[in-house]
């Protein structure tokens, strides 16, 4: 089954984003050649401007305040297991003491680095990273799989605690929602939303031999997906068939 998710504002947008810039940057670090950790590279500099561009600290940090006053008032519920809430708001505690540990914009200290300010400024020219451009990169990429991953570590770490809070974040939110079993028919699918308990991602699955591809868009009162399925020149056209899907709705 094929995962697809849709966020339903800006805010969970960017915690997606993220997310999946971190994931990927993860994979790359783990490898060993010089051109994996050179697109690490390029990936922690799209992390960092990501942090610059918008206050996602900030932003991050208030989710995290408010999700756990959220858990703290289920304290004394006996419906609620005090154990786990103990380890969420932990959970929750420890990602907002990482955030507010912080100095600055997340990241920001990279580019005193005179090496990874150079390479910055050369990732938007075409062929601008070779060698006689920026020998000590070059230089750099020819060092020890180990050392070049010991040196990604270590530039990794003032944006790290971002990632934290973004999974934990991510985490809870999809946990919010319960798979159940849907049928598009003709390939298309609608569903109202409930406007006082406002959703704010959809998980969609769908079986991967079937070939089709979700077109979903939606806001807080209506959920819409078409299904298409490219032709023999590449072209996306609606597919007229009848398809089971399983979708969450998380709050």
Known sequence: MLLYE???????????RVEHLFDRLDQLVQRDAALDHHFALATLFEIVELALRTDIKGELMKELDRQRAQYNAYRGNPAVSQGALDEVCGQLDRAFGDLNALQGKPGAQLFTHEMLNGLKSRLGIPGGTCQFDLPTYHAWQQGSAAQRRQDLLQWMAPVRPLAQAVALLLSLLRESGVPHKVAAQSGQFQ??????KPHQLLRLRIAQDLGLVPEISGHRLMVSIRLLRADAEGRYKLAYEDVPLELALCA
């Open 191 to 196: 569903q109202s939303l409930n406007s006082h």
């Open 6 to 16: 849709f966020p339903f504002n800006e805010s969970v947008r960017t915690l997606l």
